[in-house]
């Protein structure tokens, strides 16, 4: 199927006169009510930028296995660093994919009395010895895409009949934006193999940049599965389960997947994850009652269910994903 499958969405439309931003929040609104994935272009991201991070990202995994290994997840209480081809899981079942995980640099919180489990996931980022150029252009990707994120839910937020602050105080001062940097290595068989296994994105929106030329993402669409291939100089952009909660479903959390490239390709991926506060919960949108008539409610999975509280959602994701993490520093967190 082609890339027409997925909108595509220019952000700069938010620049212009008031026609044009009331275009952007009408195809942002339809996108995500209907598809719940489209691609961004206009965001400000230049050609040159995309190329050095894609580049950057060659060069971490052309380390030496041993370098790449000094920063292994295992040795973070946090769930950062490196992680091993096949050495996480969507749904019990092993992602063919080496990736690296970082998030907010922070002093970790201490454990105690009354202090959630969810904090664990603040702290220190792991970074390579002999790269020192990824902490640098990592963190400011993260600042970079932590702007087009806001702008995004200012827009759904208008878009859906509220006013543009009203997500705004669930990220406050100390948010929780996590990246990762991914390699899917060719992998040979008659059958497509797992990259990633279908699931939803478990937070508020993700934007995802894909190197040009490469497939591989598809996303579930009137109950088959669609190609979402990249497109030049576009992020994919999704939401995740916290805005259909918050929206009663009028806007939709999407499943997709990825299918590993085939032997001697490989494939580079950087989703960024724009997070609120750990201890915050997405404030729920009073839809007009023109499109709270077409909210479908929030899709409920018995087995997974989907916690207010950004942090604990995001705590039982990596401790479903990340079992040897859990095993190395928290075996507590198994028991529950």
Do not use: C
């Not at 994120?149 to 997500?167: K, Q, T, V």
């Not at 948010?175 to 296994?197: A, L, T």
Request: glycine share 10%; net charge negative; hydrophobic share 40%.
């Amino acid at each position: 199927m082609s890339i027409a499958a997925l909108p595509i969405i220019d952000l700069s439309l938010l620049d212009g006169d008031a026609d044009d931003q009331a275009r952007f929040r009408d195809e942002l609104r339809r996108a995500t009510h209907e598809v719940g994935f489209f691609y961004l272009v206009g965001h400000g991201v230049s050609e040159q930028q995309f190329a050095e991070m894609i580049e950057l990202s060659r060069r971490f995994f052309a380390l030496p296995e041993e370098e790449k290994l000094a920063i292994e997840n295992t040795l973070s209480p946090h769930f950062r660093g490196y992680t091993r081809v096949g050495g996480e899981l969507t749904l019990g079942k092993q992602d063919w994919r080496e990736q690296i995980d970082i998030g907010a640099e922070r002093e970790a919180v201490p454990a105690g009395d009354g202090v959630e489990d969810y904090w664990v996931l603040d702290g220190p980022n792991l970074w390579p010895e002999n790269l020192p150029e990824l902490k640098t252009a990592a963190l400011a990707w993260i600042d970079r895409l932590n702007g087009i994120g806001a702008r995004l839910l200012s827009a759904w937020a208008e878009a859906l009949g509220a006013p543009a602050d009203h997500f705004d105080a669930a990220f406050g001062e100390r948010p929780s934006p996590n990246m990762k940097i991914v390699r899917y290595p060719g992998k040979s068989g008659p059958q497509p193999e797992q990259g990633v296994g279908a699931h939803k994105d478990l937070g508020v929106l993700t934007l995802l940049y894909v190197e040009e030329g490469k497939g591989g993402l598809q996303v579930e669409k009137d109950g088959e599965w669609i190609d979402a291939p990249s497109v030049p100089g576009a992020f994919v952009v999704n939401i995740g389960e916290l805005l259909e909660v918050a929206t009663d479903g009028y806007l939709k959390a999407t499943l997709h997947r990825v299918i590993s490239p085939a032997e001697g390709d490989e494939r580079i991926s950087i989703p960024y994850f724009h997070g609120p506060a750990l201890d915050a919960e997405i404030p729920h949108i009073e839809l007009p009652a023109e499109l709270a008539a077409e909210a479908r409610g929030v899709t409920l999975d018995p087995t997974n269910p989907i916690h207010a509280v950004f942090g604990r959602n995001w705590l039982k994701s990596r401790v479903r994903a990340h079992p040897n993490v859990v095993e190395a520093h928290h075996p507590h967190l198994a028991a529950k």
